[in-house]
């Protein structure tokens, strides 16, 4: 078996995605929305974001 040093280990294919969830409210006009956002990094630092309806409750007060 053929050792590797990290720059190279680092291209292999998998490795980790690591995401969080979290509420953002957002002020449409005159109207407060809530959303889920699933953020996730993958193992070359590259975020995707995820956008899901929630309820008004689970996101933080305006102000």
Sequence with gaps: M???NMSEASSVVGGITTCVNS???NVVGKYNICNAVKTCTDKNGDVTK???PAAII???SVG
Excluded: A, D, R, S
Aim: proline share 8%; net charge neutral.
């Design 23 to 25: 509420f953002e409210l």
């Design 50 to 52: 995820e956008y899901t």
């Design 58 to 60: 689970n996101c933080p």
């Design 2 to 4: 053929k050792k590797i």
